[in-house]
């Protein structure tokens, strides 16, 4: 039998709606913080207590503008606001509260103790509320502002209570909900404290770095650059971190629109947009970043704990903010915390002009100096790095090798720049570096000639990977040409692959693979793009071809499939380099656009200033 529709009573009311804005004792800290924020406080604190197993307390004063004696009894009212007068005031609503339910809701689960003292009355009041229900309303001395005491949290929903974390959980989300507050107003004081501990204090900070160096943020994060004009009504402030200094999660990313921290998956993932292939899939860096914009352009009312906004143009606002931080990302040195200039010029063939066994070249004994160098020279073939670094194959492995490509030798355009003796070096403080050996026959280890430079390893396959990335990158704008198969790969996929692939064929013919229907749910690779180079296995072309089919988007397609066809055609570890190929390696990584990082975002080096050397061997 179904129950009959009927009206609930205000007590089960008031229980649902504290369950949406009161999830837990950090959201308690903050509605009240907000509150004290939007009467215009300038100093804020946060106290608490607690037992060993649960938050005893939490009180919450501030220097604001207080509650008038008459307010008094509708602040503890639902839906009872000073904010906003009716429903168009939203669209242009400026104060971090407005939907007044955090004071009604809060009193409905504790008991609460409130002492106000507004800024016109000589004297103030005391109000003690318990479930919701007025217990006691007296006049009382008290200094101007408010101050809230909240007890008994949860003490008529032993549910609620039942599911709270450990009281270390629980006094973690209140430190990142005063760390958000400090982050996102630095010119406020907040002052937090447990048990009558302190453990932040942001008196005395003048600016949004000071307070990022009191709660413990990294020093070398790097300001957000927005100086595109063209969007008066959007703007963006901050701070985000270098690229070799991530998280496995994104809980350092902290966000405010207009003042209002927001929770939001789409901009956290503009942000990593920004860092591209700098860090991997699974990394996020630290940001901390305001955004101002037009309020008619929001709407603030999508989340009972205003957690979440929408924007009128979300797509808009995702790209600009991608944009701020690549060119943020731009200016950051490889080694030293300096500025760059941004080099404008198309990348080029990545060559050297210095002939190859000129004197002072150092070699191993026994070394033949007529071996290939490592890219093209005035006096020498025009090969890449990939080429030269291949292993030599003996004549049996080369008739096992059914998949070889038809051309023993590639003949590949080389686009010359204006002047044969420059190159453009987009990263000077990389190809400056000084090259000392190799380790295991997969790292380099290259000195840095800077103040305090020490010393830089480098993933040798990674640094080519990069390399190769950008060479084929270059490549594709002038046009890759295609080289045949001994024997066609033939490809049998599932059918939605299959049907995918087929939507790709313009990207893969105008890539240089030639590919074609082969088939019911199958594909026929006859051809691949001469930048390949030799490939032994069908695995491989397969590989490179199916890349593509993670994605939808045309270009992320075309990106994934020249990551793969880099990563094949790389120098690989344990393979031995001259010194002088590693040195060209390293000049050759100085022209690429981005060389912290291989393509799939694994670090190509790390750096080993002369301070962390000292220290690492108690030097300091």
């Given at each position: 039998m179904v129950n009959p529709i009927k009206i609930l009573d205000s007590e089960t009311v008031n229980q649902i709606a504290a369950g949406e804005v009161i999830e837990r004792p950090a959201s308690i800290v903050k509605e009240l913080v907000e509150n004290s924020i939007d009467a215009q406080a300038r100093y804020i604190t946060i106290s608490v207590t607690t037992n060993k197993d649960y938050i005893t307390s939490i009180t919450v004063t501030d220097d604001g503008t207080g509650i008038s004696d008459e307010d008094l009894p509708l602040a503890f009212t639902t839906h009872a606001t000073s904010k906003i007068n009716s429903a168009s005031d939203i669209s242009s609503c400026t104060s971090l509260g407005f939907r007044g339910e955090a004071l009604a809701s809060i009193a409905s689960i504790a008991y609460v103790t409130l002492t106000t003292c507004h800024e016109q009355s000589e004297s103030g009041r005391r109000v003690v509320i318990s479930g919701g229900e007025f217990l006691e309303s007296t006049p009382i001395g008290a200094a101007k502002g408010t101050s809230v005491c909240v007890e008994q949290i949860f003490f008529n929903a032993p549910v609620r209570r039942k599911f709270l974390k450990s009281r270390t959980t629980e006094l973690a989300w209140m430190y990142d909900t005063v760390e958000a507050f400090c982050l996102h107003f630095p010119h406020l004081f907040f002052r937090y404290m447990v048990n009558q501990q302190e453990r932040i204090s942001t008196h005395g900070r003048t600016s949004l770095r000071e307070v990022m160096q009191t709660l413990g943020f990294d020093d070398t994060m790097l300001p957000l650059l927005d100086e595109e004009s063209s969007f008066p009504a959007l703007s963006f402030s901050g701070y985000i971190s270098?690229?070799?200094?991530?998280?496995?999660?994104?809980?350092?990313?902290?966000?405010?629109?207009?003042?209002?921290?927001?929770?939001?998956?789409?901009?956290?993932?503009?942000?990593r947009e920004g860092y591209a292939d700098l860090i991997g899939k699974k990394e996020f860096p630290s940001a901390v970043i305001h955004i101002t914009i037009d309020p008619g352009e929001i709407d603030p009312n999508v989340h009972p704990a205003k957690r979440e906004i929408r924007f009128a143009d979300e797509t808009a606002v995702r790209k600009r903010l991608t944009s701020v931080v690549s060119s943020s990302l731009v200016f950051s040195s490889v080694f030293a915390d300096k500025s760059l200039p941004v080099v404008q010029e198309p990348l080029m063939e990545l060559s050297v002009a210095s002939e190859?066994?000129?004197?002072?070249?150092?070699?191993?004994?026994?070394e033949d100096v007529h071996e290939p160098p490592l890219y093209p020279s005035s006096s020498s073939p025009s090969l890449f790095v990939a080429e030269a670094?291949?292993?030599?194959?003996?004549?049996?492995l080369q008739k096992q090798a059914g998949y070889r490509l038809r051309q023993t030798k590639l003949t590949q355009t080389v686009f010359e720049p204006e002047d044969a003796t420059v190159s453009p070096i987009?990263?000077?403080?990389?190809?400056?570096?000084?090259?000392?050996?190799?380790?295991?026959?997969?790292?380099?280890?290259?000195?840095?000639?800077?103040?305090?430079?020490?010393?830089?390893?480098?993933?040798q396959h990674a640094a080519h990977e990069r390399i190769r990335y950008d060479q084929i990158m270059m490549q594709r704008k002038q046009g890759i040409g295609s080289q045949e198969l001994l024997e066609p790969v033939i490809l049998s996929l599932t059918p939605l692959a299959h049907a995918k692939l087929l939507d790709f064929l313009p990207l893969f013919h105008e890539m240089g693979f030639m590919l074609e229907p082969f088939g019911r749910d199958s594909v026929r690779i006859s051809g691949v793009p001469v930048t390949c180079g030799h490939i032994e296995k069908p695995s491989v072309v397969q590989e490179i071809v199916c890349a593509a089919l993670d994605y939808q988007d045309y270009e992320r397609a075309a990106d994934a499939v020249v990551k793969q066809m880099a990563c094949h055609h790389s120098i690989r570890a344990n393979m031995p380099l001259t010194c002088e190929r590693g040195t060209e390696l390293l000049q050759q990584l100085a022209q690429t656009h981005e060389p912290r990082t291989c393509p799939h975002g694994r670090p190509v080096m790390v750096h080993f200033s002369m301070e962390k050397l000292a220290g690492l061997f108690k030097r300091t």
């Amino acid at each position: 039998m179904v129950n009959p529709i009927k009206i609930l009573d205000s007590e089960t009311v008031n229980q649902i709606a504290a369950g949406e804005v009161i999830e837990r004792p950090a959201s308690i800290v903050k509605e009240l913080v907000e509150n004290s924020i939007d009467a215009q406080a300038r100093y804020i604190t946060i106290s608490v207590t607690t037992n060993k197993d649960y938050i005893t307390s939490i009180t919450v004063t501030d220097d604001g503008t207080g509650i008038s004696d008459e307010d008094l009894p509708l602040a503890f009212t639902t839906h009872a606001t000073s904010k906003i007068n009716s429903a168009s005031d939203i669209s242009s609503c400026t104060s971090l509260g407005f939907r007044g339910e955090a004071l009604a809701s809060i009193a409905s689960i504790a008991y609460v103790t409130l002492t106000t003292c507004h800024e016109q009355s000589e004297s103030g009041r005391r109000v003690v509320i318990s479930g919701g229900e007025f217990l006691e309303s007296t006049p009382i001395g008290a200094a101007k502002g408010t101050s809230v005491c909240v007890e008994q949290i949860f003490f008529n929903a032993p549910v609620r209570r039942k599911f709270l974390k450990s009281r270390t959980t629980e006094l973690a989300w209140m430190y990142d909900t005063v760390e958000a507050f400090c982050l996102h107003f630095p010119h406020l004081f907040f002052r937090y404290m447990v048990n009558q501990q302190e453990r932040i204090s942001t008196h005395g900070r003048t600016s949004l770095r000071e307070v990022m160096q009191t709660l413990g943020f990294d020093d070398t994060m790097l300001p957000l650059l927005d100086e595109e004009s063209s969007f008066p009504a959007l703007s963006f402030s901050g701070y985000i971190s270098k690229w070799d200094r991530t998280y496995q999660a994104a809980h350092k990313i902290f966000l405010s629109v207009n003042g209002r921290r927001i929770v939001s998956t789409p901009l956290i993932s503009a942000i990593r947009e920004g860092y591209a292939d700098l860090i991997g899939k699974k990394e996020f860096p630290s940001a901390v970043i305001h955004i101002t914009i037009d309020p008619g352009e929001i709407d603030p009312n999508v989340h009972p704990a205003k957690r979440e906004i929408r924007f009128a143009d979300e797509t808009a606002v995702r790209k600009r903010l991608t944009s701020v931080v690549s060119s943020s990302l731009v200016f950051s040195s490889v080694f030293a915390d300096k500025s760059l200039p941004v080099v404008q010029e198309p990348l080029m063939e990545l060559s050297v002009a210095s002939e190859r066994n000129e004197p002072g070249s150092i070699h191993e004994k026994g070394e033949d100096v007529h071996e290939p160098p490592l890219y093209p020279s005035s006096s020498s073939p025009s090969l890449f790095v990939a080429e030269a670094a291949q292993p030599i194959y003996t004549p049996r492995l080369q008739k096992q090798a059914g998949y070889r490509l038809r051309q023993t030798k590639l003949t590949q355009t080389v686009f010359e720049p204006e002047d044969a003796t420059v190159s453009p070096i987009l990263h000077p403080d990389i190809f400056e570096l000084i090259y000392v050996g190799q380790i295991d026959c997969t790292f380099l280890i290259a000195q840095v000639p800077l103040e305090n430079g020490g010393m830089v390893l480098i993933d040798q396959h990674a640094a080519h990977e990069r390399i190769r990335y950008d060479q084929i990158m270059m490549q594709r704008k002038q046009g890759i040409g295609s080289q045949e198969l001994l024997e066609p790969v033939i490809l049998s996929l599932t059918p939605l692959a299959h049907a995918k692939l087929l939507d790709f064929l313009p990207l893969f013919h105008e890539m240089g693979f030639m590919l074609e229907p082969f088939g019911r749910d199958s594909v026929r690779i006859s051809g691949v793009p001469v930048t390949c180079g030799h490939i032994e296995k069908p695995s491989v072309v397969q590989e490179i071809v199916c890349a593509a089919l993670d994605y939808q988007d045309y270009e992320r397609a075309a990106d994934a499939v020249v990551k793969q066809m880099a990563c094949h055609h790389s120098i690989r570890a344990n393979m031995p380099l001259t010194c002088e190929r590693g040195t060209e390696l390293l000049q050759q990584l100085a022209q690429t656009h981005e060389p912290r990082t291989c393509p799939h975002g694994r670090p190509v080096m790390v750096h080993f200033s002369m301070e962390k050397l000292a220290g690492l061997f108690k030097r300091t």
